[in-house]
Structures are given as structure tokens and as C-alpha cells.
């Protein structure tokens, strides 16, 4: 069996060397992207209805959350090199080039959805979940420990839906449809 890699589906160069790196970052960026969607439906599909109504819930979560957030930081930090990697192996190399062609605004869109995700994180696992879960601690039966609750629900949702943006993103650019 012979194993090629077309040259023809970025701008960079054609040699096969270039081109193997790319396909590494494509894999990479994909590897991390399902760990990242991956862990936030595991999280709120599985471990959260699992552990309802259990007496350590919220000290569970709190530990979960923190082992996923250091996993996530680096996940993160692979989506972002390798997507900006993706980008210029598909010819985007200058700012004014992100502007200027469809895939390069294809590529703002998706730094700008990252961006949201970040920010949805940073609040999310710094303010909003931080703060759900010491309450819950202290007076779990309370009215505001359950609004928090409630809040850090929703900003998990919103940051999933994001992120499966990003990826639908992503695949758009993939088959090079662009819609901006």
C-alpha cells in the first residue's frame, strides 16, 4: 500500500514534508476539538445527572471540573496554535489576508467564537461555578445557591453550543463553504 498526501489543498508549500505537517496539525486540531466537546457533553450528560441528589455533589463536581479546566486550558491551547497553524498552510498568513479572503474571515469567525468560549470559561470556572459551589457547600437548600446553580448550568450550555459552532464552523471551512 502507497501512501500520499495531495499538495493541492493548501497554499504553504507542495512539498510532502509541508504537507505531512499539515495533516498533523488538522489531526491535532480535531483530537483536541473532540476532547473539548467531548468532556463538556460527558460532564453535563453523564456526570452531573449521575451524581444528583448525591450528598457530596458539589465537592464531585468542584474536583471534576478542576481536573477537566487544567485538561481543557491545554486542549484550548492545541485548538489555538493548530488553528492558526491551519490557516496558513491554507494560504492566510498576514492580517490583512484574515480580511481579505473568504477562508480568512471564515478563520475570524472562528477566532471570534473562540474567543466567547474562552471568556464563557473563564467566567464560568473563575466566577459563576466557583461561587455555585462554595454555596452549595455552605446552604445547599438555598435560594441563591440554586440560582447559581441554575446560571452555571446555562453557561455550560452555552459554551457547548459555541463550541459545536466552532467545530460546524470548522467543517464548513474544511469543505470550503463560506458564508461570510
Known amino acids: ?11 504553504v508549500s507542495s512539498s510532502p514534508l509541508m504537507a505531512w505537517l499539515y495533516v498533523l496539525s488538522v489531526f491535532l486540531h480535531v483530537l483536541a476539538a473532540m476532547f473539548w466537546i467531548g468532556g463538556m457533553m460527558f460532564l ?12 457530596e455533589r458539589a465537592r464531585l463536581v468542584e474536583q471534576l471540573g ?5 485538561a481543557g486550558v491545554v486542549a484550548l491551547g492545541v485548538l489555538l496554535v493548530t488553528g492558526i497553524a491551519n490557516l496558513a498552510f491554507r494560504g492566510v498568513t498576514t492580517l490583512e489576508q ?50 447559581l446553580r441554575r446560571l452555571s448550568s ?12 466552532l467545530a460546524l464552523v470548522g467543517v464548513l471551512i474544511a469543505r470550503g463553504v463560506w458564508v461570510w
Open 154 to 165: 446555562w453557561v455550560g450550555r452555552w459554551m457547548l453550543l459555541a463550541s459545536v459552532l
Open 44 to 55: 453535563g450528560l453523564v456526570v452531573v445527572p449521575v451524581l444528583r441528589g448525591h450528598p
Open 66 to 70: 478542576r481536573v477537566f479546566e487544567r
Open 1 to 11: 500500500m502507497e501512501w500520499s498526501v495531495s499538495t493541492t489543498s493548501f497554499a
Open 98 to 147: 484574515l480580511w481579505a479572503t473568504p477562508i480568512g474571515r471564515m478563520g475570524l469567525l472562528k477566532l471570534a467564537l473562540f474567543g466567547i468560549v474562552v471568556a464563557m470559561g473563564l467566567w464560568h470556572n473563575r466566577v459563576v461555578g466557583r461561587q455555585a459551589v462554595q454555596l452549595l457547600q455552605r446552604a445547599p437548600r438555598s435560594d441563591e445557591a440554586e440560582r
